[in-house]
């Protein structure tokens, strides 16, 4: 199971980044999933739909339908460490999804 330490405390920087308009307010990286998307549906609910979810599994397609209107991105893809030897095309390291992604700086 995933953990959160204090969401609600996500969900006041949230709106305060909104406020200074600040996009995404908030992201979250979320690896392994298996296709159970109660974490990310659960931090949807706390911070009330304001961040950018990408959720990452190489295994299979976990893509749903209401990913789409609650801003959550799925991406089949595995994450491993820089130091370790690359694994594949569907192995990325964090630093390689953060560019992927386009969420440098």
């Given at each position: 199971?995933?953990?959160?330490?204090?969401?609600h405390q996500l969900k006041r920087l949230a709106y305060s980044r909104k406020k200074a308009?600040?996009?995404?307010?908030?992201?979250?990286?979320?690896?392994?999933?298996?296709?159970?998307?109660?974490?990310?549906?659960?931090?949807?609910?706390?911070?009330?739909?304001?961040?950018?979810?990408?959720?990452?599994?190489?295994?299979?397609?976990?893509?749903?339908?209401?990913?789409?209107?609650?801003?959550?991105?799925?991406?089949?893809?595995?994450?491993?460490?820089?130091?370790?030897?690359?694994?594949?095309?569907?192995?990325?390291?964090?630093?390689?999804?953060?560019?992927?992604?386009?969420?440098?700086?």
């Amino acid at each position: 199971p995933k953990w959160t330490c204090d969401p609600h405390q996500l969900k006041r920087l949230a709106y305060s980044r909104k406020k200074a308009s600040q996009d995404p307010p908030c992201l979250f990286y979320s690896v392994g999933s298996n296709g159970n998307y109660q974490w990310e549906d659960g931090m949807y609910a706390e911070t009330d739909g304001l961040c950018e979810i990408h959720v990452f599994d190489y295994s299979q397609n976990y893509t749903r339908k209401k990913n789409l209107e609650r801003n959550i991105h799925f991406h089949r893809w595995g994450m491993y460490g820089s130091g370790q030897p690359v694994r594949g095309p569907v192995w990325k390291t964090l630093p390689q999804i953060i560019q992927a992604l386009g969420h440098e700086g």
